[in-house]
T-cell receptor, first 112, second 113 residues
Framework: GQQLNQSPQSMFIQEGEDVSMNCTSS?????WLWYKQDPGEGPVLLIA?????ELTSNGRLTAQFGITRKDSFLNISASIPSDVGIYFC????????????FGTGTRLQVTL | NAGVTQTPKFQVLKTGQSMTLQCAQD?????MSWYRQDPGMGLRLIHY???????DQGEVPNGYNVSRSTTEDFPLRLLSAAPSQTSVYFC????????????FGPGTRLTVL
């Protein structure tokens, strides 16, 4: 089955720095989602994108639906320690309302 | 309102044993799904259901069975556990036609020896 390629796999940053990560697919999606997973818990939805070129923010988080519909980007501004976790992208195809394909995850660690 | 609940939280099985992972949601969501999460692999869809009495296979269905007799419950059955099924299992639910907010349970960590 298809998996989305997410990069970077992991990153260490200092508190206050901005963070960028991206997700690419060999196929077109009509919905892109970004999740965060804390240790020992299930993923929690951060941002949902429904239209090519769409740029959506949620507090310090901003995500974009790539123009080609084969990629998406997540930016975190002014990182804080509670941003630590694993960030997953997920895509959905047209007509598959309940089937998400997840990326491999980006592990973020923030140092003081 | 408990959201999505999963039991057990941890389980150790021997190869060949069977067991059922339980999942329940109290939000009256039509859609429910089972994922497994392995290191470096993200989450992969095992089975999903769009309503009571309706189930379908996801990306990695082999070795797992599901049923959906009620809207609330979506159990995942391992008929003959194998070491390759060692993983963390997440159940998720969302409402049909609504926002894309898919609620995940806390997960079941399964080890097959």
């Amino acid at each position: 089955g298809q998996q989305l390629n997410q990069s970077p796999q992991s990153m260490f940053i200092q508190e206050g720095e901005d963070v960028s990560m991206n997700c690419t697919s060999s196929s077109i999606f009509n919905t892109w989602l970004w999740y965060k997973q804390d240790p020992g818990e299930g993923p929690v939805l951060l941002i949902a994108l429904y239209k090519a070129g769409e740029l959506t923010s949620n507090g310090r988080l901003t995500a974009q639906f790539g123009i080609t519909r084969k990629d998406s980007f997540l930016n975190i501004s002014a990182s804080i320690p509670s941003d630590v976790g694993i960030y997953f992208c997920a895509g959905r195809y047209t007509g598959t309302a309940s089937k998400l394909t997840f990326g491999t995850g980006t592990r973020l660690q923030v140092t003081l | 309102n408990a959201g999505v609940t999963q039991t057990p939280k941890f389980q150790v099985l021997k190869t060949g044993q069977s067991m059922t992972l339980q999942c329940a949601q109290d939000m009256n969501h039509e859609y429910m799904s089972w994922y497994r999460q392995d290191p470096g692999m993200g989450l992969r869809l095992i089975h999903y259901s769009v309503g009571a009495g309706i189930t379908d296979q996801g990306e990695v269905p082999n070795g797992y069975n599901v049923s959906r007799s009620t809207t609330e419950d979506f159990p995942l059955r391992l008929l003959s556990a194998a070491p390759s099924q060692t993983s963390v299992y997440f159940c998720a639910s969302r409402t049909r036609g609504g926002p894309d907010t898919q609620y995940f349970g806390p997960g079941t960590r399964l080890t097959v020896l």
